[in-house]
């Protein structure tokens, strides 16, 4: 039986309104949650995905400053932008699209936001807030994920879950998310070290695919009736798209013959990701003492 495919557009829809409403209240209270989005160049996928955010804050009737630096932006001036950013007291989150010019050093940048206003969650403090249960902002794609996971009449609990993949950003955040007492998943992480990858995703009752390689994960790789959760975007040229190219996910279509569940690639954590990021800058609003 083909696999039930997960609409994650449909799910992240519901978290994009209830952040709308809770950005109404706080509208009442005078706060206009805001998030400021910095873009360094002219990476295409990067423009795609903050025009993606912009029409998010929006349509939640939040504000998003769009903050655009030529890709000769030195690190001293994108480090005073990011101090300007953390004193104003207008700006709730501070968002610094990745990846930057290679000149820039990506971890000096991402520990200058105030941890206050780290909205995508990167921020060693975050991180470490994260691995000690501690409250803080969560990263927004594998939050994502354990927000799509936890809809499917599915039980975690107990559950074993490949990660394929130990980013910072994705594959460890989400490893240790589903590790926690409240998800109680047993996890293995896979990575290029692993050998035999087949063995390992063979034994997952949830895989969650998160490695960057088109269609990496193939049918002879999955059990029967798992849940496999697809994290990859990647382009691939194809002549017959209008661009040239088309997103496809780090597993293989056919793998919908295997699965119970499959998110689809565009549609299904992509969503999940922007929804996340605007309940994270919810978060950050609520916070400020008035
Ligand atoms: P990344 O930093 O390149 O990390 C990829 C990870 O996958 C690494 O840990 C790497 O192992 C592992 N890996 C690569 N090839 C592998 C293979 N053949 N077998 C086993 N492991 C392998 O990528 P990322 O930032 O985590 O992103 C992963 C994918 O998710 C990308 O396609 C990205 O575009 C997508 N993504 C999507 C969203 C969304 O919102 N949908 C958000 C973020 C990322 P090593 O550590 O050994 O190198």
């Known amino acids: 039986m ?10 992240s829809l519901k978290i994009r309104e209830e952040a709308k409403q809770r950005a109404a209240v706080l509208r009442e209270k005078g706060i206009i949650p805001c998030l400021a989005v910095v873009v360094a160049g002219e990476d295409p996928a990067s423009l795609s995905y903050v025009k993606a955010k912009g029409k998010a804050l929006a ?21 005073d932008l990011i101090a300007n950013l953390n004193n104003d007291e207008k700006v709730h989150g501070i968002l610094v699209q990745l990846p930057l010019p290679r000149h820039i050093d990506e971890n000096k940048v991402i520990a200058a936001i105030d941890p206050a206003k780290d909205v995508d969650g990167f921020h060693p403090v975050s991180a470490g807030n994260m691995i000690l249960g501690r409250p803080g902002f969560l990263p927004c794609t ?27 950003i994705v594959g460890t955040p989400l490893a240790n998310l589903l590790t926690r007492r409240n998800v109680n998943a047993t996890v293995t992480v896979c990575h290029t070290g ?17 490695a960057g390689k088109p269609a990496l994960i193939k ?8 849940v496999v959760i697809d994290v990859g975007v990647n ?56």
Do not use: F, W
């Not at 009737?61 to 994108?78: F, H, K, N, S, Y």
């Not at 996971?149 to 039980?155: G, R």
């Not at 692993?194 to 998160?210: E, G, M, S, W």
């Not at 049918?219 to 798992?226: D, L, T, W």
């Open 142 to 168: 594998p939050h994502g994920v354990l927000a799509l996971l936890k809809e499917l009449p599915v039980s975690l609990s107990g559950a074993h879950a490949v990660v394929v993949g130990r980013s910072n």
């Open 219 to 226: 049918p002879e790789m999955v059990k029967p009736g798992a």
């Open 235 to 290: 382009r691939v040229e194809d002549s017959s798209a209008k661009n040239g190219y088309r997103l496809c996910g780090d597993v293989d279509p056919a793998v919908a013959e295997k699965a119970a569940y499959l998110t689809p690639v565009p549609g299904g954590v992509g969503p999940m990701t922007i929804a996340m990021l605007l309940r994270n800058v919810i978060q950050a609003a609520e916070a400020v003492k008035i």
């Open 2 to 11: 083909a696999a039930h495919i997960i609409d994650g557009k449909t799910v």
């Open 194 to 210: 692993t050998k035999d990858l087949a063995r390992h995703t063979l034994q997952a009752d949830i895989l969650i695919a998160a």
């Open 59 to 79: 349509e939640a009737d939040m504000e998003g400053r769009d903050i655009r630096l030529p890709a000769a932006v030195t690190e001293t001036e994108l480090l």
